[in-house]
């Protein structure tokens, strides 16, 4: 049981917009940043988002985040066969002292 | 080129011991913050612990603390995850990652291993 609550599954066809949520409490989102990982079978996460809605440079703007409140989003656009992976939000939790991770959204494209 | 290097994973009995290194290249490694993150076999990612630049402030998730100890040393641009009373559960791909804003993780290396069983 993740602390972090994402859909395990989201799926899109080509040049689709997908969104996928990320929701927590007021001791992990609803008091800091949010940032997204995407996870390729077999290789390492890699940074999508950081500080709720930052590229790192060479992230694409099809990518993009939000927080409101104790959830957050990250919305893909022009979806493409290659943003088939899965995603992971994570945040600093107050109450644990620890960074948390969402439980993970295997993402589709049909 | 920026980058980091897990070693030191392999198979362990239940209760053993086992310590990983991280070396890290192409970054002032003693101006960042380390974390180690791990990966049980088709399960999500699971934060680990983290040490400051100066090994000032470290934090363990729970369900490695009083288990694994994290140090580094800067002068060898290395970060190290002491790992004892190894449980099957701790079996994963265990990675090391550079912190950098609001705690996101923005270098990640391959993963190293680590597989408790009898």
């Known amino acids: 049981q993740s602390v972090l609550t994402q859909p395990p599954s989201a799926s899109g066809t080509p040049g689709q917009r997908v969104t996928i949520s990320c929701s927590g409490s007021s001791s992990n989102i609803g008091s800091n940043s949010v940032n997204w990982y995407h996870q390729l079978p077999g290789t390492a996460p890699k940074l999508l988002i950081y500080?709720?809605?930052q590229r790192p440079s060479g992230v694409p703007d099809r990518f993009s985040g939000s927080r409101s409140g104790t959830s957050a989003s990250l919305a893909i656009s022009g979806l493409q066969s290659e943003d088939e992976a899965d995603y992971y939000c994570a945040a600093w939790d107050d109450s644990l002292n620890g960074v948390v991770f969402g439980g993970g959204t295997k993402l589709t494209v049909l | 080129e920026v980058q980091v290097v897990e070693s030191g994973g392999g198979l362990e009995q239940p209760g053993g011991s086992l310590r990983l290194s991280c070396a890290a290249s192409g970054f002032v490694f003693s101006s960042f913050s380390m974390n180690w993150v791990r990966q049980a076999p088709g399960k999500g990612l699971e934060w680990v612990s983290s040490i400051s630049s100066s090994s000032r402030t470290i934090y363990y998730a729970d369900s490695v603390k009083g288990r694994f100890t994290i140090s580094r040393d800067n002068a060898k641009s290395s970060l190290y995850l002491q790992m004892s009373s190894l449980r099957d559960e701790d079996t994963a791909v265990y990675y090391c990652?550079?912190?950098?804003?609001?705690?996101?993780?923005?270098?990640w290396g391959q993963g190293t291993m680590v597989t408790v069983s009898s």
């Open positions: 990652a550079r912190e950098s804003l609001g705690w996101s993780f923005d270098i």
């Open positions: 500080s709720n809605d």
